[in-house]
């Protein structure tokens, strides 16, 4: 589980393919935890399993041909910055909201309105729609945020970004036509299943 606050955000150093699919390294900076194989962390939103640290302090994940094919994760290469986010534990200040790692799939950029209040909008899987509320929770690339807005018709949502999460998440990398890794609040997917198969008249 995880909180959608992002601690650092690292760098795609390589990106080597195996025959399990690819394995990736990534540079995470500053971020000077003590991590051990096998720990889940979140990049771009997508839960990962680190397979070791290096000594040189990269950390190395083997991800699969499914996650590749179904997030952003597949178009990372050398030099993406990418959000990381260690997994939760009964201390963590959950700050955010309940996130899994579970990616539910991609929004591409519409537009981005940086006047005023920056503001950016997505289109989305139309199958998605129903998990989203105004005012209700989203994960962009792991971040969690607040939906601004939400058009059912057009299959599209908005949030507002401050400040601080520009300056701290790689959310100002985002352009029209950029995809982003997309999970939608674990509640309203709870309510929506059970709503949807098991309500009676």
Not at 42 to 55: I, Q, S, Y
Not at 122 to 144: C, D, N, Q, R, W
Not at 157 to 168: N, Y
Request: net charge negative.
């Amino acid at each position: 589980m995880f909180t959608g606050l992002i601690q650092t955000v690292g760098i795609i150093r390589e990106r080597l393919e195996t025959d399990a699919g690819v394995r990736l390294v990534v540079d995470p900076g500053p971020w000077d935890e003590r991590f051990s194989a096998g720990e889940s962390i979140a990049v771009d939103g997508c839960c990962l399993t680190l397979v070791e640290r290096e000594k040189a302090g990269e950390l190395l994940f083997d991800v699969i041909p499914e996650t590749l094919s179904l997030t952003t994760i597949g178009d990372l290469h050398p030099g993406h910055r990418v959000n990381l986010e260690r997994s939760a534990t009964p201390t963590t200040l959950l700050g955010g909201h309940i996130v899994q790692g579970h990616v539910d799939g991609i929004a591409e950029v519409e537009s981005i309105k940086t006047e005023g209040e920056y503001r950016i909008r997505f289109h989305l899987l139309e199958s998605l729609m129903p998990y989203l509320t105004p005012k209700g929770s989203i994960a962009v690339s792991g971040v969690s945020l607040t939906l601004a807005a939400v058009d059912v018709e057009q299959s599209a949502f908005e949030v507002a970004l401050i400040p601080t999460t520009l300056d701290e998440t790689n959310l100002a990398d985002l352009k029209p036509g950029s995809c982003t890794n997309i999970e939608c609040d674990a509640m309203a997917k709870t309510v929506v299943h059970y709503v949807k198969n098991f309500s009676r008249d």
